[in-house]
């Protein structure tokens, strides 16, 4: 066996998949710079935590399952009237995972609620956090769907698990009794072990309308959700609406 395919084979048995492909590249770079053979090999080790790190981010974003990508650097701050920017900016400092807490955007349709969650979401993903993201909807859905397979059990885990759910667009849709009850097991299984982010059109005083007048379990969701949380209530008018609105006589 040669010196470069014992090397090789050593580079594999340690899953250092950056270093085994551009080695030998790097070495020719470090020998051009005159590198010291302690700056080489901090070099090639930093490389390799730096591409382990950035095929993570990818993972937990894949996994996330975002609809799109949202960054707070793109969110037009000058359009709601009323908007908290200190409260936004730091949630982005990602403290209340730590501390199992739940974030609420609320506020009509089309200001700028959902793009805050998946930035909010996708900003976690980024430090290191696991995600999902769904709407509401979906997720009521995919658990009926189990529940009459028999699998309810391994759906309801892939959104008990992560470290951060996002349920957006509560109250879009009405829900029905059942489906409130599958999704009060998730917020109660992810009562103070797991974070949310959730964005709703109605204010709480109309979530009953939500979950077909059912005022205990509405209580039910509202006591768990609101425990440890920050709600952020977002005001104006549709974004999606203003070059209608200024076609308007």
Known sequence: MNKNSEFEDNLEYLRLPYIMENYKSMAAEA???QMTHMQFISSAIASEANEK???SSERRIRQARFPVIKTLEQFQWDYPAEINRDLIRHLFGLDFIGR???VIFLGPPGIGKSHLAVA?????????????????INVINRLEAAQKAGNL????????GPDLLCLDE?????VDRRGA????QVISSRYETGSMIVTSNRQFNQWPVIFDNDKTITSAILDRLLHHSEVVVIGGTSFRMRNERKDTP
């Open 100 to 102: 199992h807490a739940n």
């Open 31 to 33: 020998a051009k710079k």
């Open 170 to 174: 509560l109250g879009y849709l009405p």
């Open 53 to 55: 790190l950035q095929r």
């Open 153 to 160: 059990g391994q759906i309801l885990r892939s959104f008990t």
């Open 181 to 184: 009850d599958l999704l009060f």
């Open 120 to 136: 909010l979401s996708y900003h976690a993903c980024m430090h290191g956090h696991s995600v999902r993201f769904e709407t509401a």
